[in-house]
């Protein structure tokens, strides 16, 4: 079955620290770039971080210094180290891998989403 797999959210204070990790299954082929999306409630979903196959990565600005995306060597698992966490960081967070299928075809696949919740 083609799927991401997401694991460690959770409840954590403020300052604290939380590592996100997605697995996408064997049957996903052709990984191009791995990411992690979040939607905070009343708001829109947005880009946190990506990582492409040259290990180039990106990150939305009030993460930047806090957060670091990273991929084991296979390239099928990320990683969201996520340190000096803010109420403002409380969100359901996705995984998200961009491939391309053994027939060319481009696609998405998301993961279920796994909540943070930054509070006291």
């Known amino acids: 079955q083609e799927q991401l797999g997401e694991y460690g959210g959770g409840l954590v204070q403020p300052g604290g620290s939380l590592n996100l990790s997605c697995a996408a299954s064997g049957s996903i082929f052709g990984i191009n770039s791995m990411a992690w999306y979040r939607r905070a409630p009343g708001k829109q979903r947005e880009l946190v971080a990506g990582i492409n196959n040259g290990d180039r990565t990106i990150y939305e600005d009030s993460v930047k210094g806090r957060f670091t995306i990273s991929r084991d060597n296979a390239k099928t698992t990320a990683y969201l180290q996520m340190n000096s966490l803010k109420p403002e960081d409380t969100a359901v967070y996705y995984c998200?891998?961009?491939?391309?299928?053994?027939?060319?075809?481009?696609?998405?696949?998301w993961g279920q989403g796994t909540q943070v919740t930054v509070s006291s």
């Open positions: 998200n891998a961009y491939v391309t299928t053994r027939t060319g075809v481009r696609r998405d696949y």
